[in-house]
């Protein structure tokens, strides 16, 4: 052992020397490069691909700018005070989610379900990137694949190369197609032979309705039973009306739902997707290798942790801003985007009184922000002491906010100008989920002069967009890891390589054709409620029992000053923040449905018991840690949850005078370790 300069880290005895075989046998953790890298680094992982799909859909769906009330409200109340106490424990103890729980032993299963969060996460995350690759290549073809039917076997499937094409004249146009040398309007279908256009109606039997004709008409009623004709003028054009019954027939036999070129090209010809997730098949080859891809990209970037990762952010996180803003700029001159801006702002008061509305916002934000996945602690834990958590927090957590609505204005202009060239809602232009990544913005960019430039930028933009949240999750789980195991550092790079590996073949099930349903299924059940229940039992462990005062005092010592006002903090994470996550959290299961297809038909018993089993993996290490420990401890959960001996501020202030500056250092600084535990006692 050599003498070196003081490290206030591990056992308190040792302060005021340095093990260095030990640093040298366990590796170098790391520390961002600079405060940049920090901030670009935890924006990137705010900042991801639910700002540009989720977020804007939510708002729509839930009353518009009513939305964004909750949503600001439950940011005050859970998202900044979470996000500010989840950067602080980590640059406190440089540790990351499963090490910080020495401030709590009992709950350290929370560290554990917040890694298995992010694996389950980063596993399908990165599928949606590999789309954004997929696309990326398929925008360098001559003519983008999304924009035409090449063949008849896509009109089969009731191709459109529009939302909606306009038939006769000033008819609206809608969702039903026809097969074989049919046409459509407004939710019928229209089946044209000569100069008669028969409207398929499928509310009332299988049945034929002559709709509309010019003067020269030929109609041979003997092929029908029954034909009641009705003959009228419009327009100076003779009109007929005939409800014609149509005999051994089926309706399946003569329509088909349309779709457009953007929705068949993603759903059968990219992801292929089959009827029940039962129906799996093998992994789509081209889907695997664009899986790959954005693999090799994540591991590169981080083979040397956030010492590599750091460096990348300064493009990944500040190019999406570019693009944001040029599409924004380019979508508020398009013809009807004002339009799409009132939709997406005007609210609708009565959805304030609206449960779901707030469970809704809730699930954005966690979503959003990432609080409870352990990315934000793992961000702070390599973090120099003394950095300024504070005004991160708030700075990062309002450009959270700020990205979404700049998001909202870019989806909602274009939006609106499809509603408007299209002449159909723009409830029916918006999708959820993929659909408007992948179904609805592609084909409005396809609109815009120069389609195939605004579209390779696009989806360039969405890969960078979600590289830094993929960065924070994989890197989360091999913290967690190297944390627990110290030796594991000095091969960060093969980790880094093995944990690629390992999970693109856990993903290669989502690059199958039921890999949607897959996604579906590890979404609703690995990242949804189990998050709440993470982050409810995350606020309860450290404000209820290490106690507010005990954390107040840990931020006070580190930053210097008691972060302002002292009461709003206070009463967020003691009241505020904990309270209305159980309330959130109890609804949420109340409300529980299971996953659906698109028919809404509901996701098999068999696959609703695959997703409680990964929820049951990723929530019961939290019950099942406290009580172990609590066995250990005599069945005294008091004794149980009590800071262990070597929890304290990491590398802080470089003398053992300073540690007098902190309530507990201060009366167990030399002492031994039973007299320590008795110092967290006093404060």
């Avoid at 039917?149 to 306009?166: A, M, Y």
Wanted: hydrophobic residues 45%.
């Amino acid at each position: 052992m050599t003498k070196g300069k003081q490290v206030i880290s591990g056992s308190k005895e040792s302060v005021g020397t340095v093990d260095t075989e030990r640093v040298d046998d366990e590796g170098d953790r790391g520390q961002w490069g600079s405060k940049a890298e920090f901030i670009l680094s935890c924006v990137g992982l705010s900042v991801g691909l639910g700002n540009v799909w989720r977020f804007p859909v939510l708002a729509y769906e839930n009353g518009g700018a009513a939305f964004l009330i909750p949503y600001i409200i439950l940011q005050l109340l859970i998202g900044k005070p979470m996000y500010f106490m989840e950067l602080a424990m980590g640059q406190f103890s440089n540790l990351g989610p499963t090490g910080v729980w020495k401030m709590n032993p009992m709950a350290k299963g929370i560290g554990v379900s917040m890694a298995l969060i992010s694996i389950i996460v980063a596993i399908y995350y990165n599928v949606i990137m590999a789309y954004t690759l997929y696309y990326f290549f398929a925008t360098m073809q001559t003519t983008l694949p999304w924009t035409t039917c090449p063949d008849n076997t896509w009109l089969d499937r009731g191709c459109v190369t529009r939302k909606s094409d306009t038939v006769m004249g000033d008819v609206k146009p809608g969702l039903m197609g026809c097969r074989e040398n049919f046409t459509d309007v407004y939710h019928l279908c229209i089946c044209d032979k000569n100069d008669i256009s028969l409207n398929y109606n499928r509310s009332d039997g299988c049945f034929f309705e002559i709709y509309y004709v010019y003067k020269e008409m030929e109609y041979d009623a003997d092929k029908h039973n029954d034909s009641v004709l009705t003959v009228y003028e419009k327009d100076g054009k003779q009109m007929v009306n005939a409800s014609v019954p149509m005999a051994n027939t089926t309706c399946d036999k003569w329509c088909v739902q349309r779709r457009t070129a953007a929705e068949i090209y993603f759903y059968d010809e990219v992801i292929k997707r089959s009827d029940t997730i039962e129906n799996t098949g093998t992994p789509i080859w081209y889907l695997a290798l664009c899986l790959m891809l954005s693999w090799i990209v994540v591991v590169l970037c981080l083979i040397k942790g956030v010492k590599s990762s750091g460096k990348v952010v300064y493009f990944t996180a500040t190019f999406p801003y570019v693009i944001l803003l040029v599409l924004l700029i380019r979508g508020a001159l398009l013809p009807g985007a004002g339009e799409g801006v009132l939709y997406f702002l005007v609210p609708k008061w009565s959805k304030l009184l609206e449960l779901d509305v707030w469970r809704n916002a809730a699930s954005q934000m966690f979503f959003s922000l990432s609080v409870s996945f352990g990315g934000i602690i793992m961000f702070g834990s390599y973090n120099k002491f003394k950095n300024n958590v504070y005004t991160d927090a708030l700075f990062i957590s309002v450009m959270d906010i700020v990205t979404s609505i700049i998001a909202g204005f870019v989806i909602f202009t274009t939006l609106g100008n499809m509603s408007q060239e299209l002449g159909i809602p723009i409830e029916e232009v918006a999708q959820k989920g993929y659909g408007l990544a992948f179904v609805a913005y592609p084909e409005a960019l396809s609109r815009l002069p120069v389609p195939h430039l605004w579209s390779l930028l696009f989806f360039f933009m969405l890969f960078t967009l979600g590289l830094d949240s993929e960065f924070a999750l994989l890197e989360t789980a091999l913290t967690c890891l190297q944390d627990e195991i110290p030796k594991l550092r000095k091969y960060k790079w093969l980790l880094c390589v093995a944990s690629g590996a390992v999970f693109y073949l856990l993903a290669l099930p989502c690059t199958t054709p039921a890999g949607d349903y897959v996604v579906t299924l590890m979404d609703t059940y690995g990242a949804s409620f189990s998050v709440l229940f993470v982050a409810a039992s995350e606020m309860i462990a450290i404000m209820w029992v290490y106690r507010v005062n005990r954390f107040m005092n840990d931020v006070k010592y580190m930053l210097g000053y008691a972060p302002h006002p002292e009461p709003y903090w206070i009463f967020c994470w003691v009241f505020a923040a904990p309270v209305l996550i159980l309330l959130l959290l109890g609804y949420t299961f109340a409300q529980h449905s299971p996953p659906t297809y698109p028919d809404e038909s509901q996701f098999s018993t068999s696959a609703q018991v695959i997703g409680w089993l990964i929820a049951a993996v990723v929530m019961l290490p939290i019950p099942v840690w406290a009580i172990v420990k609590t066995v250990m401890a005599g069945g005294n959960p008091c004794k149980a949850s009590r800071p262990t001996s070597d929890w304290g501020p990491a590398c802080g202030s470089g003398s053992t005078d300073a540690l007098d500056a902190h309530p507990m250092y201060a009366q167990s600084n030399g002492a031994s370790k039973g007299k320590e535990n008795l110092a967290f006692d006093r404060y």
